[in-house]
């Protein structure tokens, strides 16, 4: 579901940091690698606590949320695949309905500063009420969640333990969330122990080739540690966006037709099928694409123009190899079985 600039307005305005400080002190909350930049969200304003990051925690995994009481956070967001929903092409919701597009990884959530395919929620505390009122995945209303959660006595205690009192409010339930998004950090892959010059960081002979060529040929998009510019691009999936027109379905300017976040390369081995619309099985198919499926149209981004005419980027079989072998040393297997974050 896309919101217009009023409604995100209001809700913003509804989700609102909440004036009471927490009750617990803060525990040991999101380290940030040294490699990362700076993130976007201001932890000032909504601390990690212990009770909070359990409360998010409880209603990310809480089927309570959806309209008939099936589908939870956890159904399309799944923690061994980097909280993406594996082998699924496009998320799988309510009555079995599909979305329209692939479900993105929740990992490194404090960088983002728009999300979602389209970018059409500017805050990380709004990112719930995407899915909660969207009509294929939880067709809910954020009332009706409240009105829930006040009526159970497992969770006014909890809201006691993160915020004070037992009050349910919309703050309080985008900002537990929030808390528990914020601790899905991934940054322990063989890749950040390499250029943290730590244990556990030795790269293969293909794998350091693969990084050189990553660095020339795919770091114009998916660029610093995060491995994304957080822009939205069009990259050649398609050349008729009759069905999903991407970014300008948000902005209204038509040369955003077709284009679409550039997703964290981060956990990549373990968040297939891929592209907006999951269409795309294999890293191997990522890269054939690149180098001789991009097709033409309007807003088609510029790096994929070569000066000689021809579109895509340059790639032969040993160059495809050797990036395939540097994009699983991205894989943070620490993040993917980390026991704090699973059900």
Request: proline residues 6%.
């Amino acid at each position: 579901m896309k919101y217009t600039s009023a409604v995100l307005f209001l809700l913003a305005l509804v989700a609102c940091r909440d004036p009471q400080s927490p009750v617990d002190e803060p525990f040991e909350g999101p380290k940030m690698p040294a490699n990362f930049p700076a993130p976007a969200y201001n932890l000032s304003q909504n601390p990690v606590t212990e009770a909070g990051f359990n409360l998010g925690k409880k209603l990310f995994y809480d089927k309570i949320i959806s309209r008939d009481s099936t589908i939870s956070c956890a159904d399309c967001h799944i923690s061994y695949s980097a909280f993406s929903h594996p082998d699924h092409p496009t998320s799988h919701g309510i009555d079995n309905l599909f979305g329209r597009r692939n479900a993105l990884a929740v990992q490194n959530m404090l960088w983002g500063k728009e999300f979602f395919w389209d970018g059409g929620v500017p805050n990380l505390d709004l990112v719930p009420l995407n899915a909660i009122q969207s009509p294929v995945e939880m067709d809910n209303t954020p009332a009706e969640v409240l009105n829930r959660l006040k009526q159970n006595a497992e969770y006014k205690a909890m809201f006691k333990a993160a915020f004070g009192t037992e009050e349910v409010t919309t703050a309080r339930f985008l900002q537990s969330l929030s808390q528990f998004m914020a601790m899905l950090i991934s940054a322990n892959s063989p890749y950040d122990h390499y250029v943290r010059g730590e244990s556990g960081g030795e790269l293969s002979s293909d794998a350091l080739a693969g990084m050189t060529l990553f660095q020339t040929k795919c770091a114009g998009c998916h660029s610093t540690d995060l491995f994304t510019d957080n822009s939205f691009r069009n990259n050649g999936l398609l050349d008729d966006f009759t069905f999903d027109q991407g970014r300008y379905e948000v902005s209204q300017l038509p040369d955003d037709i077709g284009k679409f976040r550039v997703p964290s390369l981060r956990n990549v081995t373990a968040t297939a099928p891929y592209m907006h619309h999951g269409k795309l099985k294999t890293l191997e198919a990522v890269l054939d694409h690149y180098a001789s499926g991009v097709k033409e149209s309007a807003t088609l981004d510029p790096l994929l123009r070569q000066p000689d005419g021809s579109l895509g980027i340059p790639l032969n079989a040993t160059e495809k190899a050797q990036i395939i072998a540097f994009l699983k040393t991205l894989t943070d297997e620490q993040f993917l079985r980390d026991a704090r974050f699973a059900e």
